[in-house]
């Protein structure tokens, strides 16, 4: 059974940075890419970034390309994704996923197989 978990949220001010990590254990590696997505109140979940499994390829949303970065490092099955330059339309539940193979359907949440019970980010101006 896959299950996966986030770390690293919290209360920040606008221009700081964060990272968040996640953990897929119980995950053939082989067969998964990871990524994140966010939803803030009142709003649907949107894609932030993802990496290929194999950690060669990378994709990032519109709005946070250039500030935000995803990578694999560390332990088996974890992503890492650091947030510099935060502002306070980041605020958000971020949420871990886990998606067959790569490809364009890496982007939409619909797509993820295995989901965490998400880390809130929270910006202050």
């Known amino acids: 059974q896959v299950q996966v978990a986030e770390s690293g949220g919290g209360l920040v001010q606008a221009g700081d940075s964060l990272r968040l990590s996640c953990t897929a254990s119980?995950?053939?590696?082989?067969?998964?890419?990871m990524g994140w997505f966010r939803q803030a109140p009142g709003k649907e979940r949107s894609f932030v970034a993802a990496?290929?499994?194999?950690?060669?390829?990378?994709v990032y949303g519109s709005s946070v390309k250039g500030r935000f970065t995803i990578d694999k490092y560390g332990a088996k099955n974890t992503v890492h994704l650091r947030m510099d330059n935060l502002k306070p339309e980041d605020t958000a539940v971020y949420y871990c996923?886990?998606?067959?193979?790569?490809?364009?359907?890496?982007?939409?949440?619909?797509?993820?197989?295995?989901w965490g019970q998400g880390t809130q980010v929270t910006v202050s101006s």
């Open positions: 119980g995950l053939d590696s082989s067969e998964y890419s």
């Open positions: 990496i290929r499994w194999t950690g060669d390829n990378r």
């Open positions: 996923g886990t998606v067959r193979s790569w490809g364009p359907w890496a982007e939409d949440a619909s797509k993820y197989v295995h």
